[in-house]
């Protein structure tokens, strides 16, 4: 039996090797690679001989195992599949091996309801819809979700030998939120499916954290030489027993979560608990009302935000909270969704005006750390207020959450050469006298809200045509007399053109 299990394993290996097609296989290559499969997963430290992979290679190529592997050499020295597609994994099935799957489907079915064997009944299920479609040559009747795009699920084998045969592995990772990748040596305990995503539980190396590694973020796995360390009285129902998902959290308490679903969707959740201490509190004509026990987590938060309008967070608060701005967060993608409709109807009324007073161009989130940033700024002032001027390091900071996506687009519609050179930020309120002073000497492209903060931005290739500068409303447009700059009270750079007439003239700004 042993000898067999090692043939099994050379002829995988060959297979793997002969269908990565990005390396030339030379003969000493692949026995190379199958002395390093037989020492990682059977410890055999003398390797194979020249002559054993010949025989691997014959053998694979006849209808012994019914592989009839399409093996060529090219060059009378590197070894192929002469069909790119094949893989020994992908042969079908015989009569004789339908015929042991059916008489192992039939004992496994015997075991279908027992408590013990629960976890085996989707097992069973699979095998047995398999089995049925092999033998009858037809569609299967039962369709498991699956995910066969997933990356990652290359290295679910290798980790899978990793926890058995108990040796730590070298992973090089990186996260979603990580700028780079990093490379550290990894023990694994084990593997968890969650909605169809495969992760790793495990430990770095000298440290006691455990983590939980998404198989899709990992770019490879090599040998690790350092000692494996075990992790005794590890249990998976243990560690999970308070979480919904994988996310779980050594720091972060239990508490108690309120739910309040309405009467349509509450069979989906009695029928289909959130978790295993989920209770019903109440019930009426109008909906249900359950509690459960959990760690909160990003996973608690996508399954409530899955139901949309038909839930509301109860308890505790800070959940509560949190799922109404994701909410609002939502709402706001579709309220700051300017159309191409709209987008010209704004560059005309800007370019109309002079300036403009633009809705929804930030949502709330964006709105918020624009005022987180003007806060920390202001603490850098003496007097606690941002004045009228900007230096170069500030302005940086708020380029990118200013120059959004809405804000380009509307820069663009109206003259696609228009470029940022400056910007000013006042903290005032626009019902003061000095508000109306720099209202009047400066228009804006600007946004109210209840914040009170209006934003001055500069654009360059700013003329009359475009009106992009202008001082007064509609002033690009016309002469103003005297009299009628007087009425408007206010103080405005100008320029005399003739006795009785004068423009507006534009403050030519400095580009940075």
Known sequence: MPANRNALIRYKTIDKCLQNRYRLWTLDDLIEACSDALYEYEGILKGVSRRTIQADVQFMRSDKLGYNA???????????????????????????????????????????????FRELDSMIQKLEAHVYSQATNQAPVIDFEKNED?????????????????????????????????TFDFHCYLLKEYRNRWFVIGVVDRTETLMNLALDRIISVDKSEIRYIPRPGFSADEYYKNTIGVTVSSSRPVEKVILYIIQKHAPYVLTKPFHSSQKLIEEDHY?????????????????????????????????????????????DLYNTDISKKGLVALSRKIEHLGFGILSFVYTVREIRKIKAKIDNLNKSHPDGVLGPSMDLSQFNQFKPLLINKNLSNIIKCIDKNLKLI???????????????????????????HDYSYRITIYLDDSNVKNGALKIAPRSHRKELGIKEIRTMGHRIKAAIKG???????????KSF
């Open 150 to 182: 997933l990356k990652g699920l290359d290295y679910l084998e290798v980790l899978y030998q990793a926890i058995i045969n108990r040796k730590p592995i070298k992973l090089t990772y990186q996260s979603f939120t990580a700028r780079k990748s990093n």
């Open 70 to 116: 399409p093996i060529i050499v090219v060059d009378k020295k590197y070894y192929t599949y002469d069909d790119p597609d094949y893989s020994i994994t992908n042969v079908p099935l015989t009569n004789q091996d339908m015929q042991k799957l059916n008489e192992t489907v039939e004992f496994l079915k015997q075991f279908k309801g027992f408590t013990h």
């Open 422 to 448: 400056n910007l000013k930020i006042f903290q005032y309120p626009y019902e003061t006298e000095w508000y109306q002073q720099i209202a009047g000497s400066e228009s804006p492209i600007e946004m109210l």
């Open 499 to 509: 006795a009785d007439s004068i423009r507006s003239g534009i403050n030519t700004m």
């Open 287 to 331: 909906g249900i009302t359950i509690s459960m026990k959990v760690q909160l987590n990003f996973e608690l938060e996508k399954e409530i935000l899955a139901f949309g309008d038909a839930i509301k967070v109860i308890a505790p608060e800070s959940l509560r909270k949190h799922i109404r701005d994701r909410l609002q967060g939502g709402i």
